[in-house]
């Protein structure tokens, strides 16, 4: 019976942990179609060459670019130790 409430209290953690990172996801997303509608082609086309080849001399733009990415990781953590 013990282990039927660990269960069921874990269930309700992980559900609210589904729930932050789901509405993170939308924040991230909201912020990307915004991003992706403020620069131009010539910029996007060149992200997605940095990507491909990370040893391109423009790479001071995409450490810019992507400032939400690191935040993202110690948010979970934090999140599931909750």
Same mark, same amino acid.
């Not at 589904?18 to 991003?35: D, G, M, P, Q």
């Not at 391109?56 to 450490?63: E, I, M, P, R, W």
């Not at 670019?65 to 999140?79: E, F, R």
């Given at each position: ?8 209290? *874990?269930?309700?953690? #992980?559900?609210? +942990?589904?729930? *932050?990172?789901? *509405? ?6 909201? *912020? ?14 060149? #992200?997605?060459?940095? +990507? ?22 110690? +948010? ?7």
């Amino acid at each position: 019976i013990h282990l039927m409430y660990a269960v069921r209290e *874990e269930v309700e953690v #992980l559900k609210e +942990q589904i729930k *932050e990172l789901v *509405e993170r996801n939308s924040l991230l997303e909201r *912020e990307n179609a915004l991003l992706k509608s403020l620069s131009n082609n010539d910029q996007l086309s060149q #992200l997605s060459t940095q +990507q491909a080849n990370p040893s391109s001399t423009s790479q001071q733009q995409t450490v810019i670019a992507q400032p939400p990415q690191p935040t993202q990781p110690p +948010q979970q953590p934090n999140v599931s130790s909750a």
